[in-house]
């Protein structure tokens, strides 16, 4: 059970959480592929896509550009073909386009009427600059990889963003819709974590590695945890 009133600050991952990110891999994926005459399903993408994305950011640090780069050459690889230049380049610069859920932007705002709101997020600070505008609220903190130099799961990018918010951890909650990438992390270093498990076409996993955890709660998008946070009890 969570007590909402002991949390001065919400943190956030972006990708997944607060924009539906599947939708715009998807769209991306399916164009290079179509361009190379492959055709597989969604959800096999999704796997696929998280699979070669956790791989990626393993190990020494690249930036997210890179990454996205060579999630799509894995795909090349996996399936058969050699991407083009411009192909790999595709998925990066498609982000700008990706959107919020219908409810992101009036959910924070709600939000950002009782806590503080910060960012973590696995993406370079440029590529969340381009997406900012479209969530509608200002956040006290926007902490990216690109500041860690490290991606979650790793510890590194959430203490750094614990130093930044300047309150303990234990007045922070984390919300993610990846339990590999936001929850387990973030309980492990004290935070309570509400797991957004977002409709996907890879129900319960998304475009992410699978992985086993337990979060503090489990809501199914943004309006329902801030109409959980705004009630007088304990959810």
């Given at each position: 059970?969570?007590d909402?009133?002991r949390f001065?600050?919400?943190t956030?991952?972006?990708?997944?959480t607060?924009?539906?990110?599947?939708?715009g891999?998807?769209?991306?994926v399916?164009?290079?592929?179509s361009a190379?005459g492959?055709?597989?399903?969604?959800a096999?993408?999704l796997?696929l896509?998280g699979?070669?994305?956790?791989?990626?950011?393993?190990?020494?640090y690249?930036?997210?550009r890179?990454?996205?780069?060579?999630?799509?050459r894995?795909?090349?690889k996996q399936?058969g073909?050699?991407?083009?230049?411009?192909?790999?380049?595709s998925?990066a610069?498609?982000?700008k386009?990706?959107?919020?859920?219908?409810?992101t932007?009036?959910?924070?705002?709600e939000l950002q009427?009782?806590?503080?709101?910060?960012?973590?997020?696995?993406?370079?600070?440029?590529?969340?600059?381009a997406t900012?505008p479209?969530?509608?609220?200002e956040?006290?903190q926007i902490?990216t990889?690109?500041?860690a130099?490290a991606?979650?799961?790793s510890?590194k990018?959430?203490?750094?963003?614990?130093?930044?918010v300047g309150v303990?951890?234990?007045?922070?909650?984390?919300v993610?819709?990846?339990?590999?990438?936001?929850?387990i992390p973030a309980?492990?270093?004290?935070?309570a974590a509400?797991?957004?498990?977002?409709?996907?076409?890879?129900?319960?996993?998304?475009a992410?590695k699978?992985?086993?955890g337990?979060?503090?709660l489990?809501v199914?998008?943004?309006a329902?945890?801030?109409?959980a946070?705004?009630?007088?009890?304990?959810?």
């Open positions: 059970m969570l909402f009133s001065e600050i919400l956030f991952d972006c990708y997944g607060l924009i539906n990110w599947e939708e891999i998807l769209r991306c399916h164009r290079i592929l190379h492959k055709d597989i399903d969604d096999r993408i796997q896509y699979d070669f994305e956790a791989s990626s950011e393993q190990g020494e690249y930036c997210y890179e990454v996205l780069h060579s999630v799509v894995q795909f090349g399936l073909f050699t991407p083009t230049d411009q192909e790999g380049r998925l610069e498609s982000l386009e990706w959107k919020p859920w219908p409810d932007v009036e959910a924070l705002r009427n009782r806590f503080r709101l910060s960012i973590i997020s696995n993406v370079d600070d440029d590529l969340f600059a900012r479209q969530l509608g609220v956040f006290s902490i990889a690109q500041q130099q991606y979650k799961p510890l990018i959430f203490e750094l963003a614990l130093g930044r303990p951890a234990n007045r922070v909650l984390h993610g819709q990846s339990l590999y990438h936001d929850v309980q492990s270093l004290g935070l509400v797991w957004v498990n977002r409709p996907s076409a890879r129900r319960g996993v998304g992410v699978v992985a086993e337990r979060p503090d489990q199914h998008g943004l329902e945890l801030a109409e946070c705004i009630q007088p009890r304990i959810v």
